[in-house]
Nanobody, 126 residues
Framework: VQLQASGGGLVQPGDSLTLSCKAS????????LAWFRQTQGKERELVAA????????DYGDSVKGRFTISRDNAKNMVTLQMTNLTPEDTAVYYC????????????????????WGQGTLVTVSS
């Protein structure tokens, strides 16, 4: 599985931005998916996760109510819609995938994911 993330950029506080991650391979429908982010000197943290079935989603506490993860199995794509961005959201965002798992409880830890995209930088600054 190869993951290609895109959509990062420089935005102002309060703006919205959508990240996309396209996966290669015919087994996309079996993949649990997630977005993590990382800033320098800090561990990679969960932003949002979705189960292989789409039946369960979870979010990091700092983004709940502002970010939405979704998947499009027809396009082999997972997206992260981000609204009301703040400077604290500045980070490199990574999409991640893992095979199988629960159909209602998303995987929340980075070590549970086997495949990673290259990262896309989001900078929130005025």
């Amino acid at each position: 599985v190869q993951l290609q993330a895109s959509g990062g950029g420089l935005v102002q506080p309060g703006d919205s931005l959508t990240l996309s991650c396209k996966a290669s391979g015919p087994t996309f429908v079996t993949l649990a998916l997630a977005w993590f982010r990382q800033t320098q000197g800090k561990e990679r943290e969960l932003v949002a996760a979705i189960t292989w079935s789409g039946g369960g989603t979870d979010y990091g506490d700092s983004v709940k109510g502002r970010f939405t993860i979704s998947r499009d199995n027809a396009k082999n794509m997972v997206t992260l819609q981000m609204t009301n961005l703040t400077p604290e959201d500045t980070a490199v965002y990574y999409c991640a995938a893992a095979r199988g798992g629960s159909d209602y409880a998303p995987r929340k830890n980075a070590y549970e994911y086997d495949y990673w995209g290259q990262g896309t930088l989001v900078t929130v600054s005025s």
